[in-house]
């Protein structure tokens, strides 16, 4: 019984928050995420945002461009909210088939959130549109400003956006996107049905703690900034407890090695080359690789009220080195964990 599996197979996997940029780096990083994934929801925070239906096409057809002929990849694309985002644009989203969620922004919370919303009441038309088309809604729950310790802002959006918001329009598709604290895992436990939460590879393996090891380590910092190791506990908790309401999100992020190792250095930690392992790793790390499918493959589809996918991925027990960098554009991609060995591998 105690025997460590040196296998797993399980149904192919979504990736329910994913970054993919645009131009070369969209070409450099998205065979990372056909390889593994079948389907992933795609963020709109390019520069300029995606922030209409005809945007969101012809980002979609860019992205179907750069798909390697061997495997088979559909992007779930997301429009990016603004102030001005009309109820029109809603209908025309769910009507469109390839538009499967809205992305709120807090203004200037996060890369390329310039164009994000200034107060959440101001969206309270779309929102009530986006409820009666079952358009979900993807947040990024952060509060901005200085005001708040940078540690407490997500803790903070439950309490003054979040939860008024559900209340508010008790029918909405609500996720709550990369939680990093038990105060969102219970506040998602807590909440109805069709509250939803994504977890980051990162926040279920590291600690704040990781960012400041021996020196400052600019390849931890991502935002939500990781937090206390009992949040990390609950996060894990939550992943491998079999909820439906916990799924696979990335929230993998490529920046140049130069953007990130530098005296203002960008949020953002990569990990579509290995995330299914990275994610096996924590699962094992508590003993429950028996939950990966449900996270991984099912609970997400569900959540969207799409088809689970058909086919399989197989990982293998093998240990294999992280490489410290991978081709990018104008300089290199330094992926989660570089240099280091992981003991999963995808077949
Ligand atoms: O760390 C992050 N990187 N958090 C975000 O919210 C945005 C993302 C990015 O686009 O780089
Ligand atoms: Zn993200």
């Not at 990083?29 to 390019?46: E, G």
């Not at 509060?143 to 909405?172: M, Q, W, Y």
């Not at 895992?185 to 400041?212: D, K, S, Y």
């Not at 924590?282 to 939950?291: I, N, T």
Request: hydrophobic share 40%; proline share 6%; aromatic share 8%.
């Amino acid at each position: 019984m105690s025997s460590k599996p040196t296998e797993l197979t399980i149904t192919r996997p979504d990736d329910w928050h994913l970054h993919v940029r645009d131009g070369a780096a969209l070409k450099a990083v998205l065979p990372y995420t056909s390889r593994q994934f079948a389907r992933a929801i795609i963020m709109p925070n390019l520069k300029p945002p995606v922030r209409t239906v005809a945007e969101a096409a012809a980002y979609r057809q860019r992205i179907l461009d750069a798909v390697p002929s061997t495997d088979r990849f559909e992007p779930l694309m997301t429009l990016y909210l603004t102030d001005n985002t009309s109820p029109e644009e809603i209908v025309k989203a769910k009507a469109s088939g390839f538009v499967h969620a809205v992305k709120y922004y807090p203004a200037g919370a996060t890369t390329n959130s310039d164009s994000g919303v200034t107060d959440i009441r101001k969206c309270d038309a779309v929102f009530d549109m986006m409820q009666a088309q079952d358009l979900p809604l993807l947040l990024h729950g952060e509060v901005t400003g200085d005001d708040v310790d940078v540690f407490d802002r997500e803790k903070v959006f439950i309490d003054r956006h979040l939860a008024p918001l559900v209340k508010r329009f008790p029918n909405l598709r609500v996720v709550v996107e990369h939680a990093t604290t038990r105060a969102s895992v219970e506040f998602v436990r807590e909440a109805h049905a069709r509250v939803g939460c994504t977890i980051t590879p990162q926040h279920l393996l590291h600690n704040r703690n990781a960012i400041f090891k021996g020196g400052i380590r600019p390849h931890y910092y991502c935002l939500p900034i990781l937090k206390r190791e009992e949040d990390r506990k609950a996060l894990l908790d939550a992943a491998t407890s079999g909820s439906p309401k916990f799924f696979l999100g990335t929230d993998s992020a490529p920046h140049t090695k130069n953007s990130k190792e530098t005296c203002c250095g960008a949020a953002g930690c990569f990990s579509a080359l290995h995330a299914l392992e990275l994610y096996a790793t924590a699962f094992e790390s508590v003993g429950k690789l028996d939950q990966l499918e449900g996270f991984a493959s099912f609970f997400g589809a569900d959540f969207y009220g799409l088809p689970r996918n058909q086919s399989q991925v197989t990982l293998k027990r093998e240990t294999w080195t992280i490489p410290d960098e991978l081709p990018f554009t104008e300089s290199g991609l330094v992926p989660l964990h570089a240099g280091e060995a992981l003991a999963w591998k995808m077949v």
